[in-house]
Each structure stands twice: as structure tokens, then as C-alpha cells.
């Protein structure tokens, strides 16, 4: 049985820091990508940044240049750091990683975390 567990939500002002993390665990082999998405309420859930094994990552738009996205691959983790929030980052976010156990290679959710960004 392969879990993610995302821990680091909560309510944070407008301007400020969260840091996001996500740990996976049980029958694991290796994980190949790793990702944070976000669902806003009453909006599809999106992808806000991605990160390869080797490390190459990518972001979306509207998060370019205030998140940053890295990975422990020895302790099967990843992180999301995000600065100057705003009221637009609320969402519940979650991790997602391409997980190969002995068997096969299957994405994996989180149960998600919410972030709020508010006065």
C-alpha cells in the first residue's frame, strides 16, 4: 500500500510564506515525477509545479517566480515553498507522484491540504 501525506496548510495573510510538504511511503521502488496541484472551490484542479527525479521542474504562470518546487529523493519527499500568496493561491492542494512499486508504474494522490490566503 502506497500513501502520500501532505502536511503544511493553513491561513496565511496576504504577502506571506507556506511551505508545503509531502511525504510518500509503503511498497515504493522508485518515483519518477512529483507534482503540487490545486482545486479552488467551484474550478477545476491544476497542476502548480512539477519536478522530475533528476530534478528539472516546471511551474505554472501564475505561480512563476513566487513558488519553488524541490524533492528529497532519498526520503521519497517534496516540498513546496510559496512566497508573496495571494487571495488567488486558496485552494486545497495536493501532491501527486508517479510511484513504481514492484509491480507497476500508477500516480498517486494525497488527501490534500488546504491553503488560504486572506486578511
Known amino acids: 500500500q502506497v500513501q502520500l501525506v501532505e502536511s503544511g496548510g493553513g491561513l496565511v495573510q496576504p504577502g506571506g510564506s507556506l511551505r508545503l510538504s509531502c511525504a510518500a511511503s509503503?511498497?515504493?521502488?522508485?518515483?519518477?515525477?512529483m507534482a503540487w496541484y490545486r482545486q479552488a472551490p467551484g474550478e477545476q484542479r491544476e497542476l502548480v509545479a512539477g519536478?522530475?527525479?533528476?530534478?528539472?521542474?516546471n511551474y505554472s504562470d501564475s505561480v512563476k517566480g513566487r513558488f519553488t518546487i524541490s524533492r528529497d529523493n532519498a526520503k521519497n519527499t517534496v516540498d513546496l515553498h510559496m512566497n508573496s500568496l495571494n487571495p488567488e493561491d486558496t485552494a486545497v492542494y495536493y501532491c501527486?507522484?508517479?510511484?513504481?512499486?514492484?509491480?507497476?508504474?500508477?500516480?498517486?494522490w494525497g488527501q490534500g491540504t488546504p491553503v488560504t490566503v486572506s486578511s
Open positions: 509503503g511498497r515504493i521502488f522508485t518515483i519518477q515525477t
Open positions: 501527486n507522484a508517479d510511484i513504481h512499486t514492484s509491480t507497476r508504474l500508477s500516480p498517486y
Open positions: 519536478i522530475t527525479r533528476g530534478g528539472s521542474t
